[in-house]
């Protein structure tokens, strides 16, 4: 009865062998570049620009160059210029820096939404008089960014550029933008 066994485990053995046919070569799973993220990226945006005080406000056309550095797909470091295109009535232009950390968060692959926070200097000149209201402050904003292409995203985001800064009369001035651009990453 041992031989029997013996010779019937030899024999699967040997089949299982025969069967199998050639080398065995292990499988190599294939390695996907992610997509690229992070880098330089330059901007160029259209704000409303709306400036508010006791008795009044306008709102102007005003430019924006933006220049930032993307660490990853959840934060960035962005700084922005902003000057007036066209003036109104009672403000005759707004002239502006700020530099923002800029948390965000892909709702998916080409959508963001993002959040600014830091700290600018705002200048609001009145129209017909000499009277300017500078100053530095908090700002902060939010915004949502689209990729059109792999390059290129377009960006809205509303930003709060001035709080209580006040004039040589004594006006506080209010100051905050819509802005509509595009971005250019590096």
Known sequence: MKKVLISTVASMMLAG???AGGDIAPVETPVVDPTPVGGFYAGLGVASNKASWDDGSDTLTN???IGGYEFNNYFAVEGRFTDTMSGKNDIDYVTGGSVFLKPQYP???AMKVYALIGVGYTKVFAANSSDVAKGNDFQWGLGASY???DNIAVFVDY???ATGI?????????DEAWTFGVNYKF
Do not use: R, W
């Open 147 to 149: 990729d059109v292409m």
């Open 107 to 109: 709702v998916f692959d």
């Open 63 to 65: 430019y924006t160059l």
């Open 159 to 161: 930003t709060s550029l």
């Open 166 to 174: 006040e004039t040589i009369d004594g006006f506080k001035v209010d």
């Open 17 to 19: 062998t025969a069967m």
